[in-house]
């Protein structure tokens, strides 16, 4: 009996399962979304644009490379993770992420085992907490710094295109923006202004930085200026209007997510609702809950259970996920 639930189980867990991790490469979205982009506003064949599209394609194939086998989005890549160090501006070292790893994966095995749990289940969610509470916790900080640069970007654009309009060359500008605005506007472009006086190229050290950030609008801004050294024309009149444009941007994504805040607060109810009531029931009747640690049929039950809670909730994140 035993063995039929569990079989049953993974027989409807796992096509799921493998259906919704196994989605089309990173890659290939994003040279489908480029390819679109450009077939819309390169209707004459520009070569320049053209050349830049290559270079910046030709730029990121080290970075999606990696992106390629299933294994690499579960196990931590040593170069994906110090990119995301830096880009939540953080000094560890990668060896410090792999301690994290490990006390994270220890706590909860020596917690069940202590417990009486049995050591499949103690082996699950320990190697579950090794390997996606340190990456969450990256994943937090890097994306409240990134919010951070993106929420100033448009005011560091708006000091470029006045130190252009003065009569500033661009490396200049960028010092200055560095110097003048703090936060991760600041000590970003601080480390391009660092990279361009060692004797990197202006293209190298934007886009060393927009690879590390992996934000669509400093994307932008190195797209802007890639093409305008290549076609020519007014830098400062660009950088005006690529600002104005990230503002409206930030204005949609503010409004879209007004608009969102009641279906998310709806899927945390609905993710919170079950523990909450499975904690109140434990707590008013411990003896009614405690099969779920003891019988072997209501922990595959369980298991099965937060999987398929899981994969709601990556369906509901995704639903209300809106790209702009």
Not at 202 to 209: D, F, K, N
Not at 296 to 318: E, K, N, T
């Amino acid at each position: 009996m035993l063995t039929m639930l569990f079989l049953m189980v993974m027989a409807t867990v796992v096509p799921v399962f493998i259906f919704v991790v196994a989605r089309p490469p990173a890659q290939r979205a994003f040279a489908r979304r480029l390819s679109t982009v450009r077939g819309r506003y390169n209707v004459n064949g520009e070569p320049g644009v053209n050349e830049q599209v290559r270079k910046l394609l030709a730029s990121r194939a080290t970075v999606v490379r990696r992106e390629k086998t299933l294994l690499n989005r579960f196990l931590p890549d040593p170069a994906d993770v110090h990119r995301q160090i830096e880009a939540a501006g953080k000094k560890w070292t990668v060896q410090q992420y792999y301690m994290g790893s490990g006390v994270a994966f220890a706590v909860p095995l020596l917690l069940f085992v202590l417990l009486g749990l049995p050591l499949w289940m103690a082996m699950i969610v320990a190697t579950a907490a090794g390997l996606g509470l340190p990456r969450l916790v990256l994943n937090i900080l890097a994306k409240r710094r990134i919010a951070q640069f993106v929420t100033r970007f448009p005011d560091a654009i708006e000091l470029l295109v006045r130190g252009l309009r003065a009569g500033l060359p661009i490396a200049e500008t960028m010092g200055a923006v560095a110097s003048e605005i703090e936060g991760p506007v600041g000590s970003e472009f601080q480390a391009v202004s660092d990279r361009m006086r060692i004797g990197r190229t202006l293209e190298g050290a934007l886009q060393e930085t927009a690879d590390r950030l992996g934000t669509a609008e400093f994307q932008f801004f190195v797209i802007t200026l890639a093409i305008q050294r290549e076609t020519g024309g007014n830098l400062a009149e660009t950088l005006g209007n690529l600002a104005d444009v990230l503002r409206k941007r930030m204005q949609m994504k503010l409004k879209i997510s007004a608009m969102s805040s009641e279906s998310k607060a709806s899927a945390y109810i609905i993710g919170v609702l079950p523990f909450v009531v499975f904690g109140l029931i434990s707590f008013i009747s411990p003896t009614y809950m405690a099969g779920f640690f003891a019988d072997q049929r209501l922990m595959i039950a369980g298991m099965g259970g937060l999987i398929w809670m899981s994969i709601g909730a990556y369906i509901m994140r995704q639903m209300i996920n809106f790209e702009i």
